[in-house]
């Protein structure tokens, strides 16, 4: 099974400020198959990248994700209020599909 | 617009059983793959189980291969998980999700509480 590690645990950070998470997979993912999905709290989570790169529809430009093989990086480019919540990694590039822990963002 | 609305949650005893439904609207029902996913009270997500368009291709995962069932009628526009043999570990809540082919999860519903417990 390849595990998903993301970094940090937790990003404290202030409107207007830009992010970055980290997801490392165990394995090589050779699809490139990487989603990263958005959970505010007391909902359910919502899909903001696919493919490693692809914008889910209606997800806003400041969300970019990159990144190829082990290593994957979801920016915000410029925080805005709306965006603080807990952001997962998952990989469906080979069976069992699995999530990263999450990294919660938070408002400093 | 897309809606997937889950019911059948509840509390359960361990090793019972339980058979969740997803009603699907909004989409072409047979055109997607369908998963569930659940995540335990304050925990990360885990992902269960998806189906095939058509039913031909299901896949579980490891912690509930051979208690977990999943199905779809296209006809209803709908998806079910039957879950027997049910664990204490079970306790989640568990969501439907509209899928692509390969499994990532483009729309997800509300989700229902399935809790198990004596």
């Known amino acids: 099974e390849i595990v998903l590690t993301q970094s940090p645990g937790t990003l404290s950070l202030s409107p207007g400020e830009r992010a970055t998470l980290s997801c490392r997979a165990s394995q090589n993912l050779s699809s490139s198959y990487l989603a990263w999905y958005q959970q505010k709290s007391g909902q359910a989570p919502r899909l903001l990248i696919y493919g490693a790169s692809g914008r889910a529809t209606g997800i806003p430009d400041r969300f970019i994700g990159s990144g190829s093989g082990t290593d994957f990086t979801l920016t915000i480019s410029r925080l805005e209020p709306e965006d603080f919540a807990v952001f997962y990694c998952?990989?469906?590039?080979?069976?069992?599909?699995?999530f990263g822990q999450g990294t919660r963002l938070e408002i400093k | 617009q897309v809606q997937l609305v889950e019911s059948g949650g509840g509390l359960v005893k361990p090793g019972g059983s339980l058979r969740l439904s997803c009603a699907a609207s909004?989409?072409?029902?047979?055109?997607?793959?369908m998963s569930w996913i659940r995540q335990a009270p304050g925990k990360g997500l885990e992902w269960v189980s998806y189906i095939s368009y058509s039913t031909s291709y299901t896949n579980y995962a490891d912690s509930v291969k051979g208690r977990f069932t999943i199905s779809r009628d296209n006809a209803k526009n709908s998806l079910y998980l039957q879950m027997n043999s049910l664990r204490t570990e079970d306790t989640a809540v568990y969501y439907c999700?509209?899928?692509?082919?390969?499994?990532?999860?483009?729309?997800w519903g509300q989700g229902t509480l399935v809790t198990v417990s004596s």
């Open positions: 998952q990989q469906y590039d080979t069976s069992p599909i699995t």
């Open positions: 909004g989409f072409t029902f047979s055109d997607y793959y």
């Open positions: 999700a509209r899928s692509g082919w390969a499994g990532e999860a483009i729309s």
